[in-house]
Structures are given as structure tokens and as C-alpha cells.
């Protein structure tokens, strides 16, 4: 199986905190990742490291055999990676269907000119996008907000939002930093379905999540960090046997 | 309420306030005041795209739109050149400069954006000053009427024509941009920079696009008006005129252009009726400003809509 994203003796620090230490691991095609770890064990530093949003201090990201570490991730989006975001990052000047058109702005026409004068590639892509964008609300299932402000959503249905928005740039390689933090069990095993639906459309999945039952019933691979280290890397079985991860979790004896 | 809402209502409400306006207005005085709104409304509505659509501030605004003016007169009266000429130069050499400057600086956040634009206004507004060979120093220079194909408008009731038929093209302009992927993005922006950014917009390319329209705009309506009033002086590009277009958008409503026509037609008003407060006129802006944000934090016509919206639902 082809490596899509490899992930090579990966760092980053704030001044003294190392919160990433040469880290390595590869993201397999078409399986779903989680990575795991106690708070603070810089999982979502190293989202952040992959999806542009940090430089790292050390070490490479290669995503389809391409070095991208330290590209913006306007330029990684272009090479098909998308994410959602732990503490919601939604346009609250936008309306929800436009959150999600933000989503496909690199397939849409971009061109200024044709903007200013309404031009009817414009007019057509944008309808195109439009209802594409509710589709995608639908299939989320935040389908009832179709018509809504983005600011008048509740906060399940935002998490979702960003799911819908991501998922609008047809992503290759999908990265969701905590998608269950702050719902509840019935919203939780809805988004267990959706993460299901979107894997089965052969899209790469990494998600960060600290609900293990949606961790265990998810991904084929973990990866386990901790101190900004890599503690683990296998399969649910052997992650769920390895006495290093039960001592971190649970302390040592 | 729908009128306000769909795409082009707003467009034909103000179209039909251009077209009956004159029926009313009975001398000229009133028709130079109606100029002056519209003269201010545009650059308000390309303002209003860099500060209420992308979330950027610009409180040198004024200088691009006296550049645009002095470029105007120092073109046509000193080399002789055709107005139309001068302008478009004029818009050009403001878009180079905008350009140039605007990548450095909208790497700013808040109000270091806001400083540095503040000193580049300066900037300009001291040059204009001080190059006084060239633009007359602090008294102004004379700028020849504006002439096009051998027609020229003269008096303000047939400049009204061009004023008003320019904002209506601005207002639609603006309305387009907004509403397609460049304007979403620039809206984007405004909202989650790092959302943007991940989506695949690369949000400084799309900062120095508006960035750069909105001084186009100043810049192109700054050459006009010079030709329409005949005399220009430094004042325009002065750091209170930048605050009194910025006044404009946040009165009338950021993120909605025609918030921004209806602040620069309130704050064109304004002194007229002020007039007997003259020196006070900048306290009075001021109060207004705070005012506003104070009670109408998103401006007039977005807090007039979400009432009447509210008052729909209940």
C-alpha cells in the first residue's frame, strides 16, 4: 500500500517547549488514522505542523513523495489536504451554505474581472456550488441549518459545518482535530457514521479524538504521542496491548 | 423588506433616488451637495470593501484619493495632458504604489494596520504639502474641466449625471464582487483568516487585492472631483478627511454597501447642517462615531435590517 503522507523525524518548538519530538509515521491511502495521546502530548501541534497553519523547527512532511514541510496551507490545500479545527474556526460574517462554499473556493473561477462584471460562468459555478454546499450540509446532517446565519448555529451543528467545509474541497487527505469534542453520545455516533461514509468514498482520514470508543471503532492505525513523543504506532489491538500506552493513560505501577 | 434583500432592489431603490433627485433639488447649492454624496458614497463603497468585507482597516484612505487628484492636476494643467489620460494614469500609479506598500503592511494586525496606514496617509498628505512647485503647497492648485471627446461637463446639474451614474456602477460592481468565490474569500478573511487559509485561499494575495481596489477607487473619484471642482488643496489627503470615510462605512453599516452610501450621504449632510458649528465639526464626528458604536455597533443599515427581521419573525 503507498504511502500518501510521510511524516519523517518531525519537531517543532516554542522557545523552550518542545511540543513535537521527532515524530515519524506514515498515513497509508485510503485507511483511517487517529492519533491519540493525553492532553498537552501535541496532537494538534502536529495537525497544525501538516496542515501548514506552524513551520516545523525539524524535519520533513512528504505528502504524495513531495517535501511540503513549512508550505502554507492555502499551497497544501491546493494538493488536496483539508482539515477541521479543534476550537471551531467557522466565518460568522458568512452564512452556513457559504461556510461550505468557502470550501471549494480552488474549484470555483477566481478571476477578479469576471467577479466585478457578474459574469455567467460566475453566476453558474456559484449555483453549482450552492447546491452542491447543501448537499454536503446534508450529508453531514446539519441539513436543517441550510438556510441559516452561521452565528445563529448550535455548536454540534457548527463541528458538522466544518466537517461540510472541508469535505467541499474534495479533499485527498482529510484531517479532523477533535471532531466529537463537546457533543453528545447521540451526536457522537452520528459523526461515527459520517466518518464511516466519508472513508468509504476513499478519502484518507486522520482524525485527533480523545472519544476512544469512536478511536477503537474507527481507525485501522494509531498513533499514540506523548511529551511530544511518539509513544506507539499500530493497530487498535496493539495499541490497546502495549503496556507503555496503559501506563500513560492510566500511570504507571 | 425584500427590496432590501434581493440582489438588485437595493440597486433600483438607489437607481430611482438618482433619476427623481433632481425634480426636487431646486439650485445648484443642492446639486453640488448631491455631488459631493455621491463623490464620497464611492469611495465609501470601495472603503467599505477593504474595512467591512475583509476585516482591514485604512485610515490613510484620503491620501490615495488625493494622489489620484494631485496626479490629475498636476498632469493636465502643468503637461497638458487629456484629462481622461491623467486619470487613468492617475489610477494606475496609485494601484503601482498601493501595491507596493500594501504587502509589507497588511502583514499588520489591528492597530499597527491602523498606525501604518495612518503614516502612509501622512506621508502623502505632507509631500503634497511640501512639494509646493509642483502642487501649490497649502494653497491648493487650480485643475482645468474635465474633457472627454471634445464634450465636457460644466455646471454641477450635468455633473450630477456623472457622479450619479458612476455610483450606481460602483454600488453594482461592488454588489457583484461580493457575492462571487473573490468576494466570499475576501469575506473569508474577515472571518477566520486560518479557515480561509486552509480552504486553499491565500489570504495575503486577496488582502492586497482589496487593498488595492479600494485605493483605485479613492484615486480614480479623487481625479474627478478635482476636475469638478476646479481647485484642489492638500486638505483632501489629509489624515481628518481618512477618518471622516472610515466615519462613513462604520456609520452606515460595515459589510453592507449600501450602509456605506447611505454614511457618506449622512456625513455629507451633516456639516451642511452643522454649518453654524463649524469648528466643532470634528468633535461632532467624534460623538457620532462613538455614538454608533455605542448603540448601532454594526452600523445603521445592518442593525435597521436585523430589526425589521426581527419585527418580521414576531
Known amino acids: 500500500m503507498a504511502a500518501l503522507l510521510e511524516i519523517e523525524k518531525l519537531s517543532k518548538s516554542f522557545g523552550g517547549v518542545h511540543a513535537v519530538q521527532e515524530v515519524s509515521f506514515t498515513v497509508q491511502k485510503g485507511l483511517v488514522h487517529a492519533v491519540i495521546g493525553p492532553n498537552g502530548a501535541g496532537k494538534t501541534t502536529l495537525f497544525n505542523l501538516i496542515s501548514g497553519v506552524y513551520e516545523p523547527s525539524a524535519g520533513h512532511i512528504r505528502l504524495k513523495g513531495e517535501e511540503v514541510g513549512g508550505l502554507p496551507p492555502n499551497k497544501l490545500a491546493e494538493r488536496g489536504l483539508s482539515r477541521t479545527f479543534q476550537n471551531l474556526q467557522i466565518c460568522f460574517n458568512l452564512s452556513a451554505l457559504e461556510n461550505v462554499m468557502i470550501g471549494a473556493h480552488l474549484r470555483l473561477d477566481r478571476s477578479f474581472v469576471k467577479a466585478l462584471l457578474r459574469w455567467p460562468t460566475i453566476t453558474r459555478g456559484d449555483r453549482a456550488c450552492r447546491e452542491h454546499a447543501a448537499e454536503l450540509m446534508e450529508y453531514v446532517g446539519c441539513g436543517k441549518y441550510i438556510g441559516s446565519e452561521a452565528d445563529g448555529m448550535p455548536y454540534g451543528a457548527l463541528k458538522r459545518l466544518e466537517v461540510a467545509r472541508a469535505l467541499a474541497a474534495e479533499p485527498e487527505i482529510l484531517f479532523l482535530d477533535e471532531p466529537a469534542a463537546g457533543l453528545n453520545p447521540t451526536e457522537t455516533a452520528e459523526l461515527d457514521e459520517v466518518i464511516h461514509k466519508i472513508a468509504a468514498r476513499g478519502v484518507t482520514v486522520v482524525l485527533v479524538e480523545h472519544d476512544m470508543k469512536l478511536v477503537m471503532n474507527l481507525s485501522q492505525r494509531i498513533l499514540v504521542l506523548d511529551y511530544g513523543r511518539k509513544l506507539a504506532e499500530g493497530t487498535p489491538g496493539e495499541v490497546r496491548a502495549n503496556p507503555d500506552v496503559i501506563a500513560a493513560y492510566l500511570g504507571a505501577a | ?314
Request: glycine share 12%; charged share 10%; proline share 4%.
Open chain 2, 1 to 314: 423588506m425584500n427590496v432590501l434583500n434581493s440582489r438588485y432592489g437595493g440597486l433600483a431603490v438607489l437607481a430611482a433616488i438618482v433619476l427623481l433627485l433632481p425634480l426636487v433639488l431646486p439650485n445648484n447649492y443642492y446639486f453640488d451637495v448631491a455631488n459631493r454624496i455621491a463623490i464620497n458614497a464611492i469611495v465609501a463603497v470601495g472603503l467599505n470593501l477593504l474595512i467591512g468585507y475583509a476585516g482591514q482597516i485604512s485610515l490613510g484612505h484620503a491620501g490615495f484619493l488625493g494622489l489620484g487628484a494631485y496626479t490629475s492636476a498636476i498632469l493636465t494643467s502643468n503637461y497638458g495632458w487629456s484629462p481622461l489620460a491623467a486619470m487613468l494614469v492617475a489610477a494606475l500609479g496609485v494601484a503601482a504604489l498601493a501595491f507596493l506598500v500594501a504587502r509589507p503592511i497588511l502583514r499588520l494586525k489591528g492597530h499597527y494596520l491602523a498606525m501604518a496606514t495612518l503614516g502612509l496617509g501622512m506621508i502623502f498628505s505632507i509631500v503634497l504639502t511640501n512639494e509646493s512647485a509642483l502642487t501649490g503647497g497649502p494653497d491648493g492648485m487650480a485643475v482645468p474641466g474635465f474633457e472627454l471627446l471634445g464634450w465636457s461637463p460644466q455646471g454641477e446639474a450635468v455633473w450630477y449625471w456623472v457622479f450619479g451614474a458612476l455610483l450606481l456602477a460602483a454600488v453594482w460592481l461592488a454588489l457583484n464582487l461580493i457575492d462571487s468565490p473573490v468576494g466570499r474569500a475576501l469575506r473569508a478573511v474577515h472571518g477566520s483568516e486560518v479557515a480561509a487559509a486552509v480552504a486553499g485561499i491565500d489570504t495575503t494575495s486577496y488582502k492586497v487585492l482589496v487593498f488595492v481596489v479600494s485605493a483605485v477607487f479613492a484615486a480614480l473619484v479623487g481625479s474627478l472631483s478635482a476636475h469638478y471642482t476646479g481647485f484642489i488643496t492638500p486638505g483632501q489627503a489629509s489624515f481628518l478627511h481618512s477618518v471622516e470615510l472610515v466615519t462613513m462605512v462604520v456609520i452606515g453599516g460595515m459589510a453592507s454597501t449600501f450602509g456605506a452610501v447611505i454614511g457618506a450621504a449622512l456625513l455629507t449632510l451633516l456639516p451642511q447642517v452643522l454649518s453654524g458649528l463649524e469648528d466643532f465639526e470634528m468633535v461632532v464626528f467624534g460623538l457620532i462615531l462613538m455614538t454608533s458604536m455605542i448603540f448601532l455597533p454594526r452600523g445603521l443599515v445592518p442593525s435597521l435590517r436585523g430589526w425589521l427581521a426581527a419585527k418580521g419573525r414576531a
